[in-house]
């Protein structure tokens, strides 16, 4: 027998970062159900399943509702390389690390970008979403981020979906950290493309991206004049694998797929609104906790799936999450961008906002910080 | 509780298609074991592993060695994205479906295509690869499929690398369907990207493209003057998480990584020599009992990974796979392109080409064609 390495042999951690989050036994075993052909009548109606099932959790009757083959990244790039044409104009709202990755990705498709910025940790106000619209009257897009992972801001979108749509255009939503934790409602916000990952709050393991694109969206891509840029991502395509027609396109990751509908039906089983409702609840009770400790806030208006809070003066942040890695197992995350050494990002999300989670970590800390 | 849908309850098919293929136990067991972050120390130290037993199985050194997250088509974008900047001049040998897409790729990431052609069910010639370079001397890749997975012809590629070097080209191989199953020789072979997928001759499910690159591959990607057109799968950001900087980029797909890790160790563990050795005793044993029905084959040079062979005359090609998915739970693939209702491809891929497997198969086939 050649070398090779180990066995597999992983620790039991508690996702309590930005995300992967702690993934349910039941999903755990259907990823692992036998594999079978991504064209096989069983595997067919698993997609339409998924598919369902997304259209539910997404809150939306979109036709054009599908599970993208890679991470929320993917998700975001699908997004905007179907909708964008070279040379198209598209806002990117930009408070955090993903409205930045939002402007590098529509600057690769071609797109004239105008940012609307706002400060790290604050959301986008309506009134700067209005003049970038006043200021460029052809933008097709206004991209923004509904919960932006690297500050913990909560985005309000109807006010801005309004302005979006007066000005004639498609409102593209990143939902990567709020789909199935928090309230998004795609149809009656009027969402023209949504994204989001499968590790968040849907707590599933990371590999594939949720996407649905409303009738005005696709209407929009079947309106270009050339063809999109990526091939993998290419809706035009995607969509006559997921519709009725079942031509291949590539070969789906089959098993994720059955992790997926196992991760959304324990979503649907708890209901949408008793799962926002123990997000808020955990979220409070981390809150108060934290704060108790005489940790802060960062964002004004806080997500309850992600809380980042700077890190006290004169404490090695690094250290904290080391220990927490090591002696409990517990992993956290650090702060980015302006954040960097700075903060901690503790994610409360899906499976992992738990009231057991939430204490152990608020005596970890206690613990830890020695207060 | 809401209503949603069944448990999942999939059958326990036999694989013989086209891919995927049948998934050993001990690589569904790793990928559901527990989801850790994708920057926890435990996860890099797979990352790794995984890195060094990819760099094994394409018997290669190269330092850019990796698991693109997706499934192959995102492979195959990722070579190409990274390769090509707009204008550049692209020779793609085009025999079967996926040279077919790899001049669609190549075309969308803005290079100017040449196709070389050869009839679908045969192999590229190296005179039609010396004609395609003296007439365009710029040409900066080529690329060319080693296992075409349409038409099932085994691509020789020792004298057409050395074709390509020679004009100061680069070679970008698929080797989706060869890889762990069939001989393939990065460095000996002087291939400067190569890529594949996990869901053929790996046995590992859909979801992951191994990638490799060789020095002069990363050179050309470094000295390009613009941004890859593809952010999810620019390798320039790609590397720095592999590598020991650690950088985020996206969320790896975690449990997957788990899963391809497990595979690759059993390819070792069987030995690379051996594994091929299997293959084509396996394939020769096939390819006897299919021939003793009066079935022929459809290329002049057969992978022994996948065999594709003429449906005969009279019968219905459709009704017989639905016969030996529904009687006997196998999977074989039916016909592309030309061959569309004309043929049949019947995988013999990784963990699927088993003695067993070829003789009920044939058993079947028999029974079913009445022969």
Redo the contacts between chains.
Sequence with gaps: ??E??D??D????I?M?P??S??PPRV???????????L???YLR?MD?TR??LRRVFRTANEMTLAV??????GM?ACV?NLIEPGDEMAVCVNGVFGT?MA??A???GASVHKVEAEWGRVIEPDAVAAALKAHPRTKVVGIVHAETSTGAHQPLEEISRLVHDAGALLLVDAVTSLGGADVRVDDWRIDACYS?T?KCLSC???LAPVTLSPAAVAAIESRKS??????LDVSMLRQYWGQARV?????????T?AL??A??IV??E?LDPRIARHQANHARLRAGLESLGLRYIPARSLTTLNCVAAPEGVDEAAVRRRL?EEYGI?IGAG?GPFKGKAWRIGLMGHSSTVRNVDLLLAALRLILKR
Excluded: F
């Excluded at 755990?28 to 991504?38: D, I, R």
């Design positions: 027998m050649t090779t390495c066995p597999l992983l620790p039991q951690r996702l970062g995300g992967p702690d993934v755990l075993a259907a990823l692992a159900a036998p594999t079978v052909g991504h096989d009548p069983a698993i399943q369902d099932l083959s890679g991470t929320g990244s993917a790039e390389v990755r590098d990705v600057d690769r498709c990952g590790q393991p990371p590999g063809k999109v840029r990526s091939w993998y291949y396109h590539h070969t789906a990751p089959v098993n994720m059955y509908r196992e959304l039906r649907l089983e209901g890695l992993e980015l």
